[in-house]
């Protein structure tokens, strides 16, 4: 035993020494582990942040985009009445104001006017509208008619001075559209008509 431990002295092994080097290691780890943990903490903190953050981002999006799309609608009518007041008092009749059309997406077209019925004492309007596509279609030139009935409700009209009209038709595929072409209509007879090149 004795020439044991002379051999474990001359190798430089100290039982008291390894004890103390595993309890400094030990704590050492216990320091780490406590510094990982707070590390964790606020990296998850960092990240419910950044969600919430991105939460609302998202819906401060959503509101941009509507309140967009309502100044938008805002300005027309601020547009159609100024163009009111100093030419169409006492005009009586149907008139098709601010008629635009554009293309939303690949096989959607997007309309979109404002109609006023002129005059002082006048009854409420009641009627229909309807739109004529000029179009090509694998190659050749078409027509078509939107709503294909009067049944249609989408299509109705009843107001006493002025209705926004806005709406999406979707084409059939790879047909161009060259322009387009609104009446109004009450009872069958047309009361205004008005184009749109695209």
Known sequence: MWTYDLGRSFTGFKPAATVAQ???IQEQLRGISA????FQT???AAESQLNIERSVQTQLNRQIKTLESENSKLKDDLSFFESLLP???GVAGI???R???EMAE???LRYR????QGGKLVPDFTGNYQLVLTLVQEGKSAMMTFPKSDATDKFKLLFKHYQRVEGVLTLPEGAIVKSVQIKVLERGAMRAQQSANL
């Open 95 to 97: 008139t098709i104001r």
């Open 42 to 44: 606020t990296v998850n």
């Open 99 to 101: 008629f635009k059309v």
């Open 106 to 108: 690949p096989g959607q």
């Open 113 to 116: 006017l404002l109609l006023m």
């Open 87 to 89: 030419t169409n008092t």
């Open 35 to 38: 510094e990982r943990d707070r």
């Open 22 to 24: 595993l309890s400094s």
